[in-house]
């Protein structure tokens, strides 16, 4: 395939390994991401519409900040909103406890942006049409289809019916459709991620880590079938990632999440960020990811906001011994406390203190950043990679697909690879499955994804799609009609009778 070579350097990770490697260069080393490099501009391809997409896909409402957060991962029993009891306390009522407000701003937020990006990668898809494509432009049409399919898969899940706009929009009336179909909604990322599939390769040479791959768009294609436990398609679609051997599971856990880990060998899609010492809080180089959940503390310990907090309920949610669980709660205490109550946090032999008004137990071990970049940039976490879809989370997603076929070896497989790189070397721990029994077996890839993926986006749309979230939710005031929010009440308004309220919230 014949590429052009147009640079933008935010594409350009930490690493300059590949995907299939392990490790990272020194972050402190890296070139600015986000800025233009105009002697590296090739005329006559799209590639610079499509590098505005990726930083799109920083976008606060879209990954990066509380907005997208407490969509994704506040509404699940495992996260809450975390905080002070008065800082976002509306937040708190709404997607904790389910009061849900067609008026928040945050639900205006996240369909703004979604919307914002798919009209993007629409007026692109328009010029397209003018001439003949070249191979390369083939290639970014498949960036802009993964994107669109990727917003509209947040809407469809988060909102349920939606107005599918899948061309460009001239003024703001053209916007100014009724809701589709699921089902059409569905066909539509079908069809674009059929197509992306189809064109994106399966690897980037080094200098271009980050952009999109087969592997990105079937792993996604892959979390849409699971949504609508197709089985079938699920199976087919997680499996092509996993027989095609670019990933695997050879990165230590305890690796993952740090600045180490990044792009690393299970690195499917990872949303690149940096920081410069002229530009250390940038948005135009990376993203308010950490800052968002770093500790609420003071002086040195000052590192973010403390919002999306693991509760609990989740740290009693992990089997006895996983090491899973030390890398997903970032302990600490508060002003006064003695920090002989909590055991230093790894790698970094740090105790972090936080301010007495903070409600949770625990900060998001996840987002939690190296003291080195720290002092030379900023405490805030502006460089911290945005992790969206990991090769673990496609292999239980073809152990589940298993299991629901019937398919009790492949399951049980699929399963223990996960269990195998938590376990690492300790063989005392989290015991192979063994079992054949259905139930028992569904249960445990359930409980797996659990404590895999804890506070990685998706646990209240696993339990939603396995219908069960009013048993588990239920006590914190979920309903079912809870499992769709409402659309914004400003979209309505502005719709003059167009667009209609979900049902529910009539």
Known sequence: MTMNKKRILYIVAACTLSFAQMGCSDLLDQAPQGELIDTDLVGGTYESEIFGMYAAMRDYALTSGTTALAIHSFRSEDAEKGSTST??????????????????????????????????????LESMKAGNLTDGNLVNKAEALFFRAYCYFNLVRAFGEVPLIDFKINQSSDANIPKSSVNDIYALIDRDLTEAEK??????????????????????????????????????????VINSGIYNLNTPFND???????????????????????????????????????????????????????????????????????????????VGESPSL?????????????????????????????????????????????????????????AEAAIEQNNTKSAKDYLEMVRSRARGKNINILPKITTDDQVKLRNAIRQERRAELAMEFDRFYDLVRW?????????????????????????????????KQNPDYL
Not at 214 to 231: C, E, F, K, P
Not at 478 to 487: I, S
Request: charged share 20%; with cysteine; net charge negative.
């Open 87 to 124: 800082d976002g306390a509306g937040a708190a009522k709404m997607y904790d406890e389910f009061n849900y407000d067609a008026s928040d701003g945050m639900l205006q937020g996240y369909w703004s942006a979604n919307y914002s990006l798919i009209h993007k990668v629409n007026t692109l």
């Open 199 to 240: 064109y994106l390769p399966r690897t980037w040479e080094s200098k271009y880590i980050g952009r999109l791959t087969w592997g990105a768009a079937r792993s996604l294609h892959a979390r849409t079938y699971m949504m609508r436990n197709d089985w079938s398609n699920l199976w087919t679609a997680a499996t092509d």
């Open 256 to 334: 993952i999440f740090r600045e180490s880990g990044e792009n690393c060998s299970e690195s499917i899609f990872e949303l690149q960020c940096t920081a410069t010492s002229s530009l250390p809080e940038s948005e135009d180089i990376g993203s308010k990811f950490a800052l968002v959940q770093g500790v609420r503390g003071s002086g040195e310990w000052n590192m973010g906001w403390g919002w999306n907090t693991p509760t609990e309920t989740l740290a009693n949610a992990f089997e006895a011994g996983d090491p899973r669980k030390d890398e997903t709660l970032l302990y600490f205490i508060k």
């Open 467 to 499: 219908g069960i979230a009013e048993d588990v939710l239920g006590s914190f005031g979920y309903q079912k009609k809870h499992a769709l929010l409402p659309l914004p009440q400003e979209e309505i308004d502005k719709s003059n009778g167009v667009l």
């Open 342 to 398: 909590i055991p230093a946090n790894q790698p970094y032999n740090e105790k972090p203190v936080a301010t007495n008004d903070v409600i949770a137990k625990y900060f998001n071990k996840k987002a939690y950043t190296n003291p080195t970049y720290r002092a030379k940039y900023t405490k805030f976490g502006f460089w911290f990679n945005i992790r969206l879809i990991r090769y673990a989370d496609v292999v239980l997603m073809a």
